[in-house]
């Protein structure tokens, strides 16, 4: 009885999911923005069923084929959930969003073709999306990418296991008041990273004609895996922004009155997308005492005095200076 009663149970379960129905949607919201400007690439699922409110299972990530020049970043999901009655006949719905920010400086037309992901233990299909992108007009006002940035000036090249200094910048235009930093982020898995300082120093820089202040915070990278290797810095932060609308539209131009009527927003800022080529150590020349030691180091041996008896101890001293990762410099063999 137990046994049919199992059987019974799957038999429902498997008539009820022939009800149930899965589409998947993609498309950019604007489809068309000007180069510079943000976009949001959004893939939808939507599942229906006559019987039970379908549940989504959460997705985190997709197998997006690159599409050279167009940037997506920030991807985040939103989940709904609706039911109408027709006839009489509860039809239940949900839908999933993955929403993804695009961008590029480059004008052109941008599609992402088709593809497969798995769901529910199933393949579904991503139809393609087109994002046109146009020449910006010169009298446009900037971009939050213009106006909020981050830079790392990270080396092309390095060696695996040589730390190097690298300055995390965070440039914000002297009309936009940072109001604080919510979370730090990097995506460095071929790296060690050294943790965040809690404190910044500020400066001011021009750059593109543009006044900046601007916060550095010293760190350091050590490649622990040889190849291509990603190294991408993020914060979130808010910031209050001016009201561009009232710059452009008043016949003073901007001034003191654009940040009192600007707008308080959260925005995630990443640094441009870095790969860095991570050579493994050439074994040719190598000393037999090499302990993994890379840098650029001088040393210096002193004694404690220039005379001494026999059996009479002295001290001797041994002073390593330089920059490297002297974590792996090992103490002299007596």
Same mark, same amino acid.
């Given at each position: 009885?137990? &046994?049919?009663?199992?059987?019974?149970?799957?038999?429902?379960? *498997? @008539?009820?999911? =022939?009800?149930?129905?899965? +589409?998947?949607?993609?498309? $950019?919201?604007?489809?068309?923005?000007?180069?510079?400007?943000?976009?949001?690439?959004?893939?939808?699922?939507?599942?229906?069923?006559?019987?039970?409110?379908?549940?989504?299972?959460?997705?985190?990530?997709?197998?997006?084929?690159?599409?050279?020049? &167009?940037?997506?970043?920030?991807?985040?999901?939103?989940?709904?959930?609706?039911?109408?009655?027709?006839?009489?006949?509860?039809?239940?719905?949900?839908?999933?969003?993955?929403?993804?920010? @695009?961008?590029?400086?480059?004008? /052109?037309?941008?599609?992402?073709?088709?593809?497969?992901?798995?769901?529910?233990?199933?393949? #579904?299909?991503?139809?393609?999306?087109?994002?046109?992108?146009?020449?910006?007009?010169?009298?446009? *006002?900037?971009?939050?990418?213009? #106006?909020?940035?981050?830079?790392?000036?990270?080396?092309?090249? =390095?060696?695996?296991?040589?730390?190097?200094?690298?300055?995390?910048? &965070?440039?914000?235009?002297?009309?936009? +008041?940072?109001?604080?930093?919510?979370?730090?982020?990097?995506?460095?898995?071929?790296?060690?990273?050294?943790?965040?300082?809690?404190?910044?120093?500020?400066?001011?820089?021009?750059?593109?004609?543009?006044?900046?202040? %601007?916060?550095?915070?010293?760190?350091?990278?050590?490649?622990?895996? @040889? /190849?291509?290797?990603?190294?991408?810095?993020?914060?979130? #932060?808010? *910031?209050?922004?001016?009201?561009?609308?009232?710059?452009?539209?008043?016949?003073?131009?901007? /001034?003191?009155?654009?940040?009192? $009527?600007?707008?308080?927003?959260?925005?995630?800022?990443?640094?441009?997308?870095?790969?860095?080529?991570?050579?493994?150590?050439?074994?040719?020349?190598?000393?037999?005492?090499?302990?993994?030691?890379?840098?650029?180091?001088?040393?210096? %041996?002193?004694?404690?005095?220039?005379?001494?008896?026999?059996?009479?101890?002295?001290?001797?001293? &041994?002073?390593?200076?330089?920059?490297?990762?002297?974590?792996?410099?090992? /103490?002299?063999?007596?």
């Amino acid at each position: 009885m137990h &046994l049919r009663h199992v059987f019974l149970l799957f038999a429902l379960w *498997a @008539a009820s999911a =022939l009800h149930a129905e899965i +589409q998947v949607n993609t498309r $950019f919201e604007p489809a068309r923005v000007a180069a510079g400007n943000t976009s949001r690439y959004i893939v939808e699922i939507v599942e229906s069923d006559n019987s039970a409110m379908p549940q989504s299972e959460r997705i985190t990530s997709l197998p997006i084929p690159s599409n050279g020049g &167009l940037t997506l970043r920030n991807g985040h999901t939103s989940t709904s959930q609706s039911t109408q009655i027709n006839n009489g006949r509860r039809e239940y719905s949900s839908t999933q969003q993955l929403i993804i920010d @695009a961008v590029s400086k480059t004008p /052109g037309s941008y599609t992402i073709p088709a593809y497969i992901f798995e769901y529910k233990g199933g393949r #579904l299909q991503a139809p393609a999306a087109t994002l046109e992108i146009v020449e910006r007009d010169a009298n446009a *006002a900037p971009t939050v990418d213009e #106006l909020i940035f981050l830079k790392a000036d990270a080396p092309e090249q =390095l060696y695996v296991g040589q730390t190097t200094p690298i300055t995390l910048k &965070l440039y914000v235009s002297s009309n936009v +008041q940072l109001r604080g930093l919510n979370a730090f982020d990097r995506d460095a898995d071929g790296f060690t990273v050294s943790d965040l300082p809690e404190e910044s120093s500020e400066s001011v820089e021009m750059f593109n004609g543009r006044r900046y202040r %601007v916060y550095s915070w010293p760190l350091t990278i050590t490649p622990i895996s @040889a /190849g291509p290797q990603d190294l991408n810095f993020q914060f979130t #932060l808010a *910031a209050q922004m001016p009201d561009q609308r009232n710059s452009r539209n008043s016949p003073f131009g901007g /001034g003191m009155f654009d940040n009192f $009527f600007g707008r308080s927003e959260r925005f995630n800022i990443y640094t441009e997308p870095t790969q860095i080529d991570v050579r493994t150590l050439p074994a040719e020349g190598k000393p037999k005492s090499f302990s993994g030691a890379i840098g650029n180091f001088s040393m210096s %041996v002193s004694a404690d005095t220039e005379n001494t008896r026999v059996d009479e101890p002295i001290m001797l001293s &041994l002073k390593l200076t330089g920059s490297g990762n002297f974590d792996r410099i090992k /103490g002299p063999e007596m």
